[in-house]
């Protein structure tokens, strides 16, 4: 068995390895994350993983408190921190500098070639929304990076003077206050993006999402798509076979 730890610029993602697929366990929220709150969370596991793969595009600070958590509770354990490639898995990187390319992209665009059809195109909607175009040959066409809902929604409030950023409700459509017109803009802005990237591909393409705000985009989307929740920890657990 095998533990696998994602860690985004919000919230850290974990999983362990069973004979059929992943065992997710429940996200931490990056600033709650301590030792003592991973050992709370795997000290509930069955058996001691062998090893432990990590991706990581928030602050190496956060890698190594996962790192110490698992070496203290299993001093055997291997550690492996993925790193972005300029070709894995059938899949060839389109980056400049492959290496630049966020490793949460690298995975899940390895993650889409070994599950999911091709061409296909991928949008990660986290913190940032991401989105990754790979071709039928496994060939990454490149991508696109823009603010998430929540950074967009607290962009709004942190460079104007009326607008406070609310936990609104998510409505369709215009609104009639100011927290629910901020969320249906950037909700709208988020599924333009996708929409306006998608239609301009071949007719083959599929849409693949991933991310904590893929449901409520998919859910303002012209197209059809597929939501994979779990797609970077998938193509973490390749690395690992
Ligand atoms: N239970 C939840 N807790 C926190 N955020 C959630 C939850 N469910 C959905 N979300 C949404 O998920 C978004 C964060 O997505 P995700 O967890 O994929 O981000 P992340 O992996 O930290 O980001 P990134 O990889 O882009 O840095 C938030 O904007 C929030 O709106
Ligand atoms: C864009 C994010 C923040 C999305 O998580 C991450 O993939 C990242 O830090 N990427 C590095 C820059 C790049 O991918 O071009
Ligand atoms: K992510």
């Known amino acids: 068995m095998n533990l696998l730890v994602d860690i985004g610029n919000s919230r850290l993602k974990w999983a362990t390895t069973a004979p059929d697929g992943l065992v997710v366990g429940a996200a931490i929220e990056n600033h709650a994350l301590t030792e003592a709150r991973l050992a709370e969370a795997w000290g509930r596991l069955s058996k001691p993983p062998d090893r432990l793969a990590i991706s990581c595009v928030s602050a190496a600070r956060l890698a190594e408190i996962v790192c110490l958590a698992a070496v203290r509770l299993w001093p055997a354990i291997t550690v492996f921190e993925a790193k972005s490639e300029a070709q894995a898995f059938g899949v060839t990187n ?31 909607c986290g913190t940032a929304i991401t989105l990754d175009l790979l071709d039928e040959h496994g060939r990454h066409l490149g991508g696109m990076i823009s603010p998430g809902l929540e950074l967009m929604r607290k962009s709004l409030s942190a460079g104007t003077a009326a607008l406070i950023y609310e936990d609104s409700a998510f409505a369709v459509g215009p609104a009639n206050h100011t927290g629910a017109a901020i969320y ?33 985009i998919a859910s303002q989307l012209g197209f059809p798509c597929r939501i994979d929740p779990d797609l970077v920890l998938r193509g973490l657990s390749l690395l690992l076979e």
């Open 94 to 124: 389109a980056y400049l500098q492959p290496e630049k390319l966020g490793v949460d992209r690298w995975l899940a665009l390895l993650a889409a070639r070994r599950h999911h059809a091709s061409p296909v195109c991928i949008a990660d």
């Open 184 to 216: 249906s803009g950037v909700v709208s802005a988020a599924a333009g993006l996708i929409e306006h990237v998608f239609s301009a591909q071949p007719d083959a393409c599929r849409l693949l999402l991933t991310g904590g705000d893929a449901p409520l």
